[in-house]
């Protein structure tokens, strides 16, 4: 197994393998959430809130775009509650993940919130902005390397009522806050037909506090570019043509597999559902050295149906990834083996 330079040896050995057949096709694939999975080269699923080596410069990026765009951060005026609830809910998740540099203490009617990663030691009041830097959802969003969606259940439906998403894979919050579960997913195609979305909408109204679940995504993302997001089409939309024009080597550097783990998770005060996206990019090169992954991935680029390929906005590059991907296993089969 071989890395690139720039890629941390814990973002191959934790990636997240989305594949667990040839074939893919959307379901409500969701699953407890802290389950162990084991790779080739070694696994994820431990933790709800996961940080890597690609932690600073992650939190560094999300800082960056929401001073260009603050609308990528959103709370509808009723969400306060669920924002306070969501960050006690984060930073407990990390202090237990990672109670080497974070702590949750409680003291009287105050809080201390010790984040040695980033030199954080912040006292504050639940429930009271003004002991907050900034408002509870930005704060713990300049913490997690995880986009956050909020979901408000009432009159029998679910709406995004109040998000950070900085990392958007080719969709919009600023344009989907305030919708119902099914209309956020309406540009997706058979969803509908298939009867998955309304299924996944049945299972989120009834999750209880205390059973996160999760589920996975996965898209192909040219170069190591998180921020995909409707806005910026016009700065990463013109990639997906020029990368049929660039050399074989180039090709696998700059295509990365990219994986979401999708966390689900019901806060126990507000009762509102919090969803958390952590997204992860391997490029095609790397992915190529792992003989599982590089085989699986061509099965399924190869058997995905011209619909779906098009909706991931893959299907002008989908062919030459299958291609790419098959000579890379000639290339390591002798020939006369
Ligand atoms: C069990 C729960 C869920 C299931 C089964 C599910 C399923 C899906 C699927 C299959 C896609 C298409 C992905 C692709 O081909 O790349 C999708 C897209 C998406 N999902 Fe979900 N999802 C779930 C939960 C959520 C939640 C809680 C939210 C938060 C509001 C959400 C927001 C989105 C968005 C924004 C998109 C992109 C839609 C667009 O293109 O505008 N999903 N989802």
């Known amino acids: 197994m071989t890395t690139s330079p720039t890629l941390g040896p814990d973002l191959v050995q934790g990636f997240p393998f989305p594949f667990p057949t ?15 999975v084991g790779t080739p080269v070694g696994q994820w699923g431990d933790a709800v809130v996961d940080i890597d080596s ?134 997706v195609p058979r969803l509908r037909e298939t009867g998955v979305i309304t299924r996944a909408r049945d299972f989120l109204m009834r999750l209880q506090p205390g059973q996160p679940y999760r589920r996975t995504n996965w898209t192909l993302t040219i170069g190591r570019r998180l921020d995909v997001s409707t806005e910026i089409y016009h700065e990463w939309g013109p990639d997906r043509p020029r990368i049929l024009t660039v050399s074989d080597d180039d090709f696998g550097r700059e295509v990365h597999l990219r994986t979401e783990v999708q966390h689900l998770i019901r806060l126990e005060e507000s009762g509102a559902v919090l969803f958390l996206i952590r997204t992860y990019l391997l490029p095609l090169e790397v992915l190529a050295t792992i003989e599982p992954w590089r085989a699986r991935t061509a099965a399924v ?10 909706y991931k906005g893959i299907a002008t590059f989908r062919d030459r990834a299958v291609e790419w991907l098959h000579s890379r296993g000639a290339r390591e089969t002798p020939r006369d083996a």
């Open 22 to 36: 040839d074939q893919y096709r959307y379901s409500t694939n969701v699953e407890p959430a802290r389950g162990v």
């Open 54 to 187: 690609e932690y600073l410069h992650e939190l560094a990026e999300r800082a960056r775009i929401l001073e260009r765009d603050p609308s990528r951060a959103t709370a509808l005026g009723h969400m306060g509650p669920a924002c306070w609830d969501t960050m006690l809910t984060l930073m407990r998740e990390l202090a237990t993940s990672r109670p080497d540099v974070m702590s949750l203490v409680r003291d009287g009617e105050q809080h201390v919130w010790t984040n040695r990663l980033l030199g954080i030691e912040q006292r504050f009041t639940y429930a009271d902005d003004s002991t907050l830097p900034t408002d509870p959802l930005r704060y713990i969003a300049s913490q997690v390397q995880e986009d956050l969606v909020l979901l408000d259940q009432r009159d029998d439906d679910l709406w995004g009522d109040a998000g950070v998403v900085t990392f958007a894979a080719d969709w919009s919050f600023g344009f989907d806050v305030g919708m119902t579960f099914l209309e956020i997913h309406g540009p």
């Open 301 to 310: 680029l190869a058997d995905l149906p011209d619909d779906m390929a098009d």
